[in-house]
């Protein structure tokens, strides 16, 4: 009867550790990132606009997420056949357990480096599943500033509840996006779970060196349009309006 107990206990261990080792903490992602030029733009601004008139179907881009538990980093990942004019700059580093981000972000032709704090989502889990670069999803949807809708699919098996830009806080890591609104969507192409140097995982930072808070920016970002003339009723209101559609793609 020990004999049986002893074996019976052996096989729960063994299955425990074959159970646990499906299950991922650390790796690098790479998404495709499309936004769809044909939808966003309609035939009176194409009319209208030369350049708009030019631009191709689809703007692509690769991105890159590389993490660690708690901690990743997105960043620019290998040049696309096509690449994208819009979604190939901006950087963000998410620590998942503070909830707090940092975010290197392009604007009105400059660079500037913002703290804050990850989007606070109000995520609906679906039944619907899908198999994205080989691993098994599960649909959610969700809603940003009560306003912008997200369509997501995320892994469980990789146990980070990280994603792509600064989407989180699904059970797993997001490997499938779409924001309608933007018409543009994020799709995971390749996982790798091994060799991973996370001494990279790391927030961005720029030359000038200075982190902003979105109040600090909106008011950096506030006198610069005025000096313009380019946005005649602009308040510090709308430009931090502004920077929070910047900081969801």
């Excluded at 107990?5 to 790796?27: E, N, S, Y």
């Excluded at 670069?133 to 892994?155: L, T």
Aim: glycine share 4%; with cysteine; aromatic share 12%.
């Amino acid at each position: 009867m020990k004999q049986l107990i002893a074996f019976a206990v052996l096989l729960f261990l063994t299955a425990d550790m074959t159970h646990a080792q499906d299950f991922v903490t650390r790796g690098k992602i790479e998404y495709e990132v499309k936004r769809n030029n044909k939808r966003m733009y309609d035939e009176e601004d194409r009319a209208n606009s030369s350049y708009i008139a030019s631009l191709p179907e689809y703007d692509v881009s690769y991105r890159e997420l590389l993490f660690a538990w708690d901690r990743s980093v997105y960043q620019p990942g290998r040049k696309a056949l096509n690449p994208s004019r819009f979604l190939s700059e901006n950087e963000v580093y998410m620590d998942l357990e503070k909830k707090e981000a940092v975010s290197k972000r392009r604007m009105l032709d400059d660079y500037y480096v913002l703290a804050d704090s990850i989007h606070a989502i109000k995520w609906k889990l679906e039944n619907e599943t899908r198999k994205i670069a080989g691993w098994q999803c599960r649909k959610a949807v969700g809603r940003i500033y009560d306003s912008v809708y997200v369509v997501a699919f995320y892994c469980p098996e990789i146990i980070p509840q990280g994603g792509p830009e600064m989407v989180a806080g699904l059970p797993g890591m997001i490997l499938g996006l779409a924001i309608p609104r933007f018409y543009t969507t994020w799709f995971a192409t390749r996982i790798e779970i091994a060799n991973i140097d996370e001494s990279k995982i790391v927030p961005p930072t720029v030359k000038k060196g200075k982190q902003y808070t979105r109040h600090e920016l909106a008011e950096v970002l506030l006198k610069k349009y005025k000096e313009a003339g380019w946005w005649k009723d602009v308040t510090l209101e709308k430009v931090a309006a502004d920077i929070s559609d910047y900081l969801i793609y």
